[in-house]
C-alpha cells in the first residue's frame, strides 16, 4: 500500500525587474511606502500588522500582511511570519502596523513582539532593519530611528 500526503507548494510571483524594485535607505522612505500601499479605509478602524520583504540590496520584493485585528491590537504568530520571509528567500525585514487611534508611541507589547521576531530572525541570518508605526495621517514612528531596536 502506498502512502499518500498533501502536496506542498511555494510559490512567488513577480514580475517587475530587480532594477526597478523600490528601494528602502531611510525610515522615512519605508513609511512613505508603507502608507501610500495601506488601505485608508480602515487605517483608523482595526489594527493590522505587515511585513516589507527585501532582497539583499533593500529592494522590495513585496509587503505581506501578517494580521488584522480589532480595534486596539492584533496577534502576529511569528511562526506564519517566516514562513512567508523563508518562502520568499527574503533577507532583511520592516516590521510595521498601524495605531488607528493616532498614538506614536509604541506599547509594551510592540516592543515585546519586535524583541521577539529580532531573536528569531538571527536564527536564518535575517536582519529586522526596522519597525514602523503608523497612523492615520500619515505620521509614523521608527523604532531604528529611536534607537530602541
Request: charge should be positive; hydrophobic fraction near 40%; proline fraction near 3%.
Given at each position: ?21 523600490p ?26 500588522f ?10 522590495v ?13 492584533t ?47 538571527t ?26 531596536l
Amino acid at each position: 500500500m502506498k502512502t499518500k500526503v498533501n502536496e506542498i507548494a511555494i510559490s512567488y510571483s513577480g514580475n517587475i525587474k530587480t532594477n526597478l524594485l523600490p528601494k528602502i535607505n531611510s525610515s522615512s522612505c519605508a513609511a512613505a511606502l508603507a502608507f501610500e500601499q495601506w488601505n485608508k479605509n480602515n487605517i483608523e478602524l482595526q489594527e493590522t500588522f505587515k511585513i516589507i520583504l527585501l532582497n539583499n540590496a533593500n529592494r522590495v520584493k513585496g509587503i505581506y500582511e501578517v494580521s488584522n485585528g480589532g480595534i486596539t491590537g492584533t496577534l502576529v504568530d511569528v511562526r506564519i511570519l517566516f514562513a512567508v520571509v523563508l518562502k520568499s528567500l527574503t533577507t532583511a525585514i520592516i516590521l510595521l502596523h498601524n495605531h488607528p487611534s493616532g498614538t506614536l508611541r509604541p506599547s509594551e507589547a510592540d516592543k515585546s513582539l519586535t524583541r521577539k521576531i529580532k531573536n528569531a530572525a538571527t536564527f536564518f541570518d535575517v536582519k529586522v532593519l526596522d519597525h514602523i508605526i503608523l497612523i492615520p495621517d500619515g505620521n509614523y514612528y521608527s523604532f531604528a530611528d529611536e534607537g530602541i531596536l
